[in-house]
């Protein structure tokens, strides 16, 4: 089984960036797909960024594409998503996830969560 670890959040002012690790133990986790995801308060959680076990897969949901790029370092067990030009509406509990297989985007389809990161990004 794997366990995932984030790490990297914090409080951002609107403009700054950010680079959240993703880290992985137990499992073979360079043979796992990994996503991120993110839930602000009251709201379902969302997909953000997923990269295929090769790191040539890449897929982003439009609301983040352009600033968010999400990267993999399979000899570090290591999933890092960094995230620019960041806005208030960025604020939430960011997670990792992984799954055997594909890239894909739907949350009950990953396997594996990390406990969370908390972003704020102030205005």
């Known amino acids: 089984q794997a366990q995932l670890v984030e790490s990297g959040g914090g409080l951002v002012q609107a403009g700054g960036s950010l680079r959240l690790s993703c880290a992985a133990s137990?499992?073979?986790?360079?043979?796992?797909?990994v996503g991120w995801f993110r839930q602000a308060p009251g709201k379902e959680r969302r997909f953000l960024a997923a990269?295929?076990?090769?790191?040539?897969?890449?897929s982003y949901a439009d609301s983040v594409k352009g600033r968010f790029t999400i990267s993999r370092d399979n000899a570090k067990n290591t999933v890092y998503l960094q995230m620019n030009s960041l806005k208030p509406e960025d604020t939430a509990v960011y997670y990792c996830a992984a799954r055997p297989g594909l890239v894909v985007s739907t949350v009950g389809e990953y396997d594996y969560w990390g406990q969370g990161t908390q972003v704020t990004v102030s205005s």
């Open positions: 990269i295929g076990w090769r790191g040539t897969t890449r």
């Open positions: 137990g499992r073979t986790f360079s043979s796992y797909a």
